[in-house]
């Protein structure tokens, strides 16, 4: 696990807080991993629920932020995706696989753009937040419990 030592003190420094904005930052295109925040936050002694709280909470809104920035800027996001490997692979299964490819928008690397993917091409919302949102959850649960 290797953060950022800025990072470390920003999350030891305002707990909880901290952890519900990296979280929000991560689901985001910027190449961070929530789940080792998380871990991070745990070994630092973090309380676990309010912890996995904090984290499901501002990820599933990064995620949804995500959406709607692909869903109110649309296609002309295509070519920036297109740019990175990643990008292509969230575009190629958004387009074959519609709200089937959204069990993806947990894994690392492509899971992210997935869910600007999912905004582009106007996937129901409701159905994006009860997959998206799920799936990250149980993932950090699944940290969390490895952990404790």
Known sequence: M???????????NYGIIALFFTSFIAATIV??????????ALAAGAPPIPALI??????????????????????????KLRKSKNGRKAIR????????????????????????????FRINF???????YSFRIVGYIIVAAFFV
């Open 2 to 12: 290797d953060l950022s030592p800025w990072l470390l003190d920003f999350i030891n």
């Open 31 to 40: 190449p961070a991993s929530s789940s080792a925040i998380l871990l991070a």
């Open 54 to 79: 904090a984290c499901s909470i501002g990820n599933s809104l990064g995620c949804a932020a995500n959406y709607w920035i692909g869903r109110l800027i649309g296609r002309p996001l295509i070519p």
């Open 93 to 120: 299964y958004v387009r074959k696989y519609g709200t089937y490819s959204l069990f993806l928008a947990w894994a690392p690397f492509v899971g992210d753009p997935i869910t600007i993917a999912a905004g582009i």
């Open 126 to 132: 409701f159905k994006f937040s009860i997959i998206v």
